[in-house]
Every structure is written in C-alpha cells, then in structure tokens.
C-alpha cells in the first residue's frame, strides 16, 4: 500500500518541483535561514528513491566537516517531503527562538516547492487547451484555488526575510529576495487571472452607466484621466460583476499596449442598434494586425511576450458577454489604436452623463 508521504513525493516529482534546477526563491530563503541561525549553510533536501536530493545550498558531497544542528521537516497535504538542513563546522544547539524563526523559513520552502508544481500543472493545462477548452478552464479554477495558500506561504517568508536583510553589507541576498517577491506577486495576479477566466457566467441586468463610475472611482489613482465616456451608457443583460471585469479588462488592456512616453488615452461609449446595444472601447495604443482581431481572443494569446500576463483577459471577457447573449470583436482604427466593441441585449434606456476620470 502507497503512504501518504510516498503518494505527495510522487505528485511533487512528477509535477517537476524535486528535479535538480536553478530556484532563486529557496536559494533566498535558504540564505536568509544561515544568517539567522549564524551558521555557513543551510540546505534544502528532498527524499528521492535514489536516497537524499539537495535542492538548494551545499550538495552531500560537498559537506565534509560540516555538522547538521538542526533539522526541520518539509511538509506537504499532510506528508513530509523533505527536510531543511542547518550546517555548521561544529555540533551545537541552536536557540529556540532562532529554531522557530527557521520553522517560518520550512513553511516558506514548502510553499515555493509547491507553487512551482502548480505551475507546472497550470503549463500542462495550457497544452490541453485545444483539446477541450472546458476542461482548461476546470483545471485552471482547481490551479488557482489552490495556488493560493503556498502564494500566501511565500509572501510572508519574503517579507519577513526582506526586513531582517541589511541592504549596505547584504546587497545580493537583498536583491534576491526583491526578486522573489516581485515573481510572488506576479503570480498572485495570475492567479487572479484564472479565477476570473473559470468563473460561470451568470445572468443579470447590470447598469453600465453606475457601473463605469464605479470602476472609475475604484481605478481613479491609476488612471488619472486617461478614461472618458462619451455619451450615456445604457442597461444592459448580464451580471454587474462580470461585466465589471470585461471593463476594467479592455481599460488595463488598452494602458499596457501603449507606446512608451506615450500618454493612454480611452474612450468608451455606446451604440443602440434596436434590442442590442454596442458598447465601444477605443485607445491609443499600438493597435491589433487586422489578421490577429480573431485570435487575441483565444486563451492563453499574447500578441507580445514582454508584457506581463497569462493572455486571459481578453477570453475571459468573450466568455462572459458570449454568456450573455452577445457578441465581440476588434479592428485597428484609422491613424493608429484599436477598437474592441461586444454587443449585449437591451433592458432599458441609457441615462446619466458623461464621466472623465480625474
């Protein structure tokens, strides 16, 4: 019969989170964990059914003289999957206080060994897509739900690493804890990424008009101006919550894609076309290739890889106004910039004024 701790062993393995590679994150944490014990070394080992891996600090082979003063067990779902290692040139006993700090440090390391296999699960996901969209948006709801604790693990170990780390005499290890948590919170916006893409649509009636001076007030210290709504917006089918996200998507969209030094600049308004209505989003960015405006609505497209993001925001926003009963498209616009439009039946007539983020 498979243990516990052997069946999380395999699921760990097989995910890619215990094979040899470079991890700045538990090379961080591993040598914020030497300074606080005062001690060379601290190393990160892992059962394999070849015996011990090491996967951060001094290998096996590469301790001869060095002592372990403490050990600390690396649990994962309930089963230990490893263990933190503290080394130094003689036997002795480390505080208690030291002992507990480390405890934190453990945690810290599971969670990273953690999120690197979910991540790995999130990339096999993104290869089954064509395979069966429903099943990709599945996967990705379990993905991000769960990614969400060893998220949280991560980022309270980097904080508290971060604080105790004196940038004058530490510089390198300051950095790498910068680096680490910077990659903690872009996972924590992916994960919100793929929540959003696995939520359900449901139905409703939303208040485009409230619910644009809503999304505007929220967002006023981020945009600052660059938004305006020409015209009144009308009531329309669908959920006041997801169409939120299909708004702030096409304004976070269309501010990403702006030239650099270049001011964003957006404008939203609406068209009745008798029992539908076609909301338009327009922006001064790079514009989207004629040949892509299908595309870009595809999960997991990035027209260009040097700007943050999964490549869901668009699909996402597809997927509710589809729910709804509409439609969505895009086009460059004459002179530069690009138009992303979606249609949603009627449930009354606009009202209100025009809104200018300031």
């Known amino acids: 019969m498979t243990s516990p701790t052997d069946a999380r062993l395999h699921d760990l393995e097989a995910a890619g989170a215990l094979t040899p590679a470079p991890r700045p994150r538990l090379d961080a944490l591993t040598g914020l964990a030497a300074r606080l014990a005062g001690v060379p070394a601290v190393a990160v080992d892992v059962a ?41 040139g003689s036997p002795r006993e480390l505080d208690e206080g030291v002992v507990q ?30 395979r069966s969209l429903e099943q990709l948006t599945q996967v ?24 105790q780390v004196d940038e004058g005499s530490q510089a390198l290890l300051a950095s790498l804890l910068d680096r680490a948590g910077s990659s903690a919170l ?4 992916m994960t919100s990424d793929l929540l959003s893409y696995a939520q359900d649509p449901v139905a409703g009636l939303t208040d485009l008009q409230a619910e644009v001076e809503r999304t505007l007030g929220d967002l006023e210290d ?38 650099d030094g270049v001011e964003p600049q957006v404008e939203i308004s609406a068209e009745d076309l008798g029992g539908q209505w076609r909301i338009s989003v327009l922006d001064n960015a790079r514009g989207i290739p004629a040949e892509e405006c299908e595309r870009i609505f595809d999960p997991m497209v990035r027209l260009d890889k040097k700007v943050p993001g999964l490549g ?25 910039g690009s138009e992303i439009w979606f249609t949603l039946p009627a449930a009354g007539r606009p009202a209100g004024s025009v809104i200018v983020a300031d």
């Not at 230990?80 to 130094?88: A, I, P, T």
């Not at 990705?140 to 604080?163: F, Q, T, W, Y």
């Not at 872009?186 to 916006?189: N, W």
């Open 101 to 130: 700090d480390l405890s934190v440090l453990a945690d810290g390391v599971v969670g990273a060994l953690e999120s690197e296999a979910l991540a790995h699960q999130a990339f096999e996901a993104r290869e089954g897509a064509a």
């Open 48 to 88: 394999s059914a070849q015996g011990w891996a090491t996967l951060s600090g001094p290998a096996q082979d590469q301790r001869p003289g060095m002592h372990v003063v403490a050990e600390l067990p690396l649990v994962s779902d309930g089963a230990q999957v490893g263990v933190l290692r503290v080394l130094d």
């Open 186 to 189: 872009r996972m924590k916006r």
């Open 140 to 163: 990705l709801g379990k993905v991000a739900h769960d990614l969400n604790n060893p998220l949280a693990a991560v980022a309270m170990s980097l904080e508290i690493a971060r604080d």
């Open 312 to 336: 869901l925001g668009l699909s996402t926003a597809l997927r509710i106004v589809t729910a709804a009963g509409g439609r969505m498209g895009a086009a460059p616009r004459p002179g530069g």
């Open 222 to 259: 981020v945009l600052a101006g660059q938004v305006r709504v020409s015209g009144a917006l009308p009531t329309v089918v669908g959920d006041p919550g997801a169409l939120r996200v299909v708004l702030v998507s096409l304004i976070e969209n269309a501010r990403k894609f702006t030239h």
